[in-house]
């Protein structure tokens, strides 16, 4: 089962889902998909998908599906690699009104250099890196602690 998720702030991925939707339609994906679709004005024709999801609901997907295929989110990255799963990052950019900037290529490309998961930026080869993780499945895990509460301890310290 594959879970893509794309964010909930105002910024459409209509790229990401219309290809999605383009393999589903072909029978180059074959695996059940759901989607967290946010603000994308594109609205899929050939896998299950919610505008916005819960807390629960998102955490109950993220455990229930084999393969996440993200926007580059740190949050939801993050939050899947600690669940041990095989991601598909996919960041939005600023050229195709994604984002503001391109901030997430930086975070989705720094925890593909420690080989945590997959990076593509190129939709046109998602399909690829479909297969690839599925043949040569990331062994490596996230396991690094949290330092936001050590942050705001330095920072109140400091006051």
Known sequence: MIFVCVGSREYQFDRLLKEIDRLVKNNEIEDEIFAQIGQSTYKPEHYTYKEFLSVGEFKSWQ?????IISHGGTGALIGALKLGKQVI?????????????????EVAGML??????????????????IDNIKKNPIKN???KPSQVIHIIQDFINQS
Not at 63 to 67: I, P, R, W
Not at 89 to 104: M, N, S, T
Not at 113 to 128: D, F, T, W
Request: charged share 40%.
């Open 141 to 143: 895990r996230y396991d």
């Open 63 to 67: 455990e229930k599906a084999d393969l």
């Open 112 to 129: 593909a250099e420690e080989n945590y998961l997959v990076y593509e930026s190129e939709i046109k080869n998602l399909k690829k890196a």
């Open 89 to 105: 990052a996919v960041p939005r950019l600023e050229k195709y009104g994604e984002h503001i900037d391109d901030h997430q290529t």
